[in-house]
């Protein structure tokens, strides 16, 4: 089974934070005009409708993975309480690859990011 990554990427308040294609590494990214494609604002609409919909089902849970799968890729969501949405679209899995990588993703996000004295926010 191919486990192919196709893209990450990081969302706040419908602003893209980080984004990358891992088979493009070296392209240069233009982020007014990324946010600003339909396929961005689809994931983050997607994203959105992922969130209210877990929203109903478990409102107590701020932090949690949420997926969706078709047969062609499955796009896995990290939504954190400050808001931030960790969003990886794959390949179509069985295991928990997507949701533990998104863990991870976030853990080092906090310990290179927001522990950093550098950080200015906004």
């Known amino acids: 089974m191919d486990k192919r990554v196709y893209e990450f ?7 893209v934070l980080y984004y990358i294609e891992p088979h493009e590494f070296d392209k240069e ?8 494609s339909h396929r961005i604002r689809n994931l983050e609409s997607t994203s959105a409708t992922m969130s209210h919909f877990s ?8 932090t949690q993975a949420k997926n969706f799968k078709t047969k062609e890729y499955q796009l896995s969501m990290l939504e954190t309480p400050n808001n931030l949405k960790f969003i990886l679209v794959t390949t179509v899995r069985d295991d928990k690859g997507p949701e533990n990588a998104l863990n991870t993703l976030y853990e080092q996000y906090i310990n290179l990011v927001k522990k950093n004295y550098l950080y200015k926010v906004g």
Not at 30 to 35: F, P
């Open 9 to 15: 990427m990081i969302f706040q308040d419908k602003r």
């Open 29 to 36: 990214i233009n982020y007014l005009e990324l946010e600003s």
């Open 55 to 62: 929203r109903i089902i478990h409102p107590n849970i701020k």
